[in-house]
């Protein structure tokens, strides 16, 4: 069934079309049912219901201390504003890292709330975890680069892949993930180069923030492309509410950016 607004509800398979066809697509976190409705109504592909609300919402310094029941909590808000956008929730620090099992409890959680997709953070160990999810019928978006549940082993929130090894261990577990199932992949933080060359090996979409103009799609926090940020943005953000009237004008302009490919410019939000 359509919309008010026209649009039919997404579903992966329309995605994969969407992605086939060179369709840039569009993604922003969102947290509560009224975000959602005005995300949605502007034409945002993709809702991430991400745990950084735990820094946005909740003013913690990284997003490990939320817990399954918040994502699950905000996961239905979120689903239940949206009426055509594919919902991800992300699976929170320590719901999925003890083992397979654990993994398919937490994203039934999520899945049973509203979800149609989930999202985990890491490569390598986590290959047979998406094998895992995936053959039991849950959608998984893999996410390499920086990956913030792990901000302190990486020494905090800095670009990832940069030398010729690390590039090649990004390219592996990007390549591990996709070939075990994964829908979809989100890279943040790496070099333009890489994240082009990763983009042009996987079949699957690959979303970027912070990762350059050639990935399939690009996802930005909500609360950031408003120009809400309690500190200084990263460079790949943009405020897309300057020159706006509206919270939905700059969520429009956000979908248009994305999808005619102005944004991110190379010259400004690229490493």
């Not at 909590?73 to 956008?85: D, L, N």
Request: with cysteine; charged share 20%; net charge neutral.
């Amino acid at each position: 069934m359509g919309t008010p607004s026209g649009r039919k509800p997404l579903t992966l398979h329309r995605l994969r079309e969407m992605h086939a066809r060179g369709e840039k697509l569009t993604m922003l976190t969102c947290y509560d049912s009224t975000f959602a409705r005005v995300l949605d109504e502007a034409g945002v592909d993709c809702l991430l219901v991400g745990d950084s609300l735990g820094m946005v919402l909740q003013g913690a310094s990284s997003t490990v201390p939320v817990t399954l029941e918040q994502m699950a909590y905000h996961t239905r808000c979120v689903a239940q504003g949206s009426r055509t956008a594919w919902v991800i929730g992300d699976l929170p620090f320590g719901s999925y890292q003890e083992s397979r099992e654990q993994a398919l409890r937490s994203a039934t959680a999520l899945m049973q709330a509203g979800a149609q997709m989930v999202k985990l953070e890491g490569g390598g160990w986590t290959t047979a975890t998406v094998r895992f999810l995936s053959e039991r019928g849950i959608p998984v978006c893999g996410h390499l680069g920086l990956t913030p549940q792990s901000v302190h082993a990486l020494g905090g929130w800095r670009i990832q892949g940069r030398d010729e090894r690390a590039a090649a261990t990004l390219r592996e577990h990007a390549l591990a993930l996709a070939e075990a199932g994964a829908a979809m992949l989100v890279l943040e933080l790496v070099p333009t180069a890489l994240a082009a060359a990763i983009t042009r090996e996987l079949s699957i979409p690959v979303i970027g923030i912070g990762a350059g103009p050639d990935c399939s799609g690009q996802v930005l926090v909500l609360h950031d492309m408003l120009g809400l940020a309690s500190a200084q943005p990263p460079r790949f953000v943009r405020n897309f509410m300057e020159g706006s009237g509206s919270i939905a004008e700059a969520v429009r302009r956000y979908v248009g950016a994305v999808k005619d490919a102005s944004f991110p410019d190379p010259a400004l939000h690229c490493y």
